[in-house]
C-alpha cells in the first residue's frame, strides 16, 4: 500500500555533502518508523540510521555516525538523510524503508516496504 520513492541520489566529491530524500505515497506514514540502508554489490543489505514515528529517537550505524543524520516531516510524508564528510566507502545503493511499527529497529528483516534505492558515488 505504501509506496517510498527515493531521490537526491549522485556523484558528489569526497568529504562532501548530499541529501537524500523519501517521499511516501499511498497512505500517511506518520505512524511508521522509517529506516535508511545501503547495499553494495555482493554484499547483504546494511543498516545505516533509523528514526521513530515522531523523530524523537533516531540511530546510527557507527560508520555513520556523526557524519549522517536522519530526519522526517510528517506534513510532507517525507524522511531525509543528510549525509555530510562523505567517503568514498559510502558510495552504494541507499534504501529507504518504514516498519509496520511506530519504533525503530536496526534489522533489515523488521521494515516491510522498501524504495527502489538510489546511487550514492563518493569520488577521491
Known amino acids: 500500500q505504501v509506496q517510498l520513492v527515493e531521490s537526491g541520489g549522485g556523484l558528489v566529491q569526497a568529504g562532501g555533502s548530499l541529501r537524500l530524500s523519501c517521499a511516501a505515497s499511498?497512505?500517511?506514514?506518520?505512524?511508521?518508523?522509517m529506516g535508511w540502508f545501503r547495499q553494495a554489490p555482493g554484499k547483504e543489505r546494511e543498516f545505516v540510521a533509523a528514526i521513530t514515528w515522531n523523530g524523537d529517537r533516531t540511530y546510527y550505524a557507527d560508520s555513520v555516525k556523526g557524519r549522517f543524520t536522519i530526519s522526517r516531516d510528517n506534513a510532507k510524508n517525507t524522511v531525509y538523510l543528510q549525509m555530510s564528510r562523505l567517503k568514498s566507502e559510502d558510495t552504494t545503493v541507499y534504501y529507504c524503508?518504514?516498519?509496520?511499527?511506530?519504533?525503530?529497529?536496526?534489522?533489515?528483516?523488521?521494515?516491510?516496504?522498501w524504495g527502489q534505492g538510489t546511487q550514492v558515488t563518493v569520488s577521491s
Open positions: 499511498g497512505r500517511s506514514i506518520s505512524t511508521n518508523a
Open positions: 524503508a518504514a516498519r509496520q511499527s511506530p519504533w525503530a529497529t536496526m534489522g533489515t528483516s523488521e521494515y516491510a516496504y
